[in-house]
């Protein structure tokens, strides 16, 4: 397909609407089920809070909150700049299309090289179970090293698969910045960009309920 030539409908749809309209349905379902995977885990960490919330708040309290605060902002950012590519699309703006695109790709890669930061620092400072743990550290009130062990798996889970989404995600983004780049999309056809960008804010948003419930069950005592 190049720029001048009309988008053409799969076969199996009767007009490019259906096929579009059919499409952003799928995305939809496909991110009703990406909840499910996470709700499920989310519900299992939850439980465990509640029942050894001083081991949980006091691992919590030994996270980088300070990585994981920037992250969010790159996250947040990185929300704008593909919903401008959408809007970008929607107006026939292929260069600032293109541009958008790699911006948000690019932040996808910051937010992971933060990420793979932080996990060198919790492998220094002795915060991954079965690799390097050091159990006669957690001794406070309240706290053991299973339930903080236990923490501290939900976290690797969540943060991981949160990590993997991102990547896929990033991968996709580049794919169609390449494609924006060669003129397949235009004002009457911008679907993939607009589905996957469903899929880019489905992550971020994942990213904004992790922050709260991993890193900051425990800085009321930070800041009082």
């Given at each position: 397909m190049t720029a001048?030539?009309?988008?053409?409908?799969w076969h199996h749809f009767d007009t490019l609407q259906h096929q579009q309209?059919?499409?952003t349905l799928g995305m939809w379902v496909f991110l009703a089920t990406e909840v499910l995977?996470?709700?499920?885990i989310l519900t299992g960490y939850t439980v465990y809070r509640t029942k050894f919330a001083p081991s949980f708040e006091a691992v919590s309290d030994?996270?980088?909150?300070?990585?994981?605060?920037?992250?969010t902002v790159v996250l947040l950012t990185s929300s704008l700049t593909?919903?401008?590519a959408v809007q970008a699309?929607?107006?026939?703006?292929?260069?600032k299309l293109v541009s958008f695109l790699a911006i948000t790709a690019l932040l996808g890669l910051a937010f992971l090289a933060l990420k793979a930061l932080e996990y060198y620092g919790d492998y220094r400072d002795k915060l991954v179970p079965g690799v390097a743990f050091d159990s006669?550290?957690?001794?406070?009130?309240?706290?053991r090293p299973a339930h903080v062990q236990l923490f501290l798996i939900f976290y690797y889970c969540l943060t991981g698969l949160h990590a993997v989404h991102l990547t896929i995600g990033i991968v996709i983004i580049a794919v169609l910045a390449c494609l924006a780049q060669r003129g397949a999309y235009s004002k009457r056809y911008y679907a993939p960009v607009e589905i996957w960008g469903l899929y880019w804010h489905f992550v971020d948003v994942v990213w904004i309920f992790l922050l709260p419930l991993l890193y900051l069950i425990a800085t009321r005592d930070r800041w009082l």
């Open positions: 001048k030539s009309e988008p053409l409908h309209e059919t499409t995977i996470f709700g499920g030994r996270l980088n909150l300070l990585i994981g605060s920037v992250n593909m919903a401008l699309a929607s107006i026939g703006r292929p260069k006669t550290q957690w001794n406070g009130p309240g706290v």
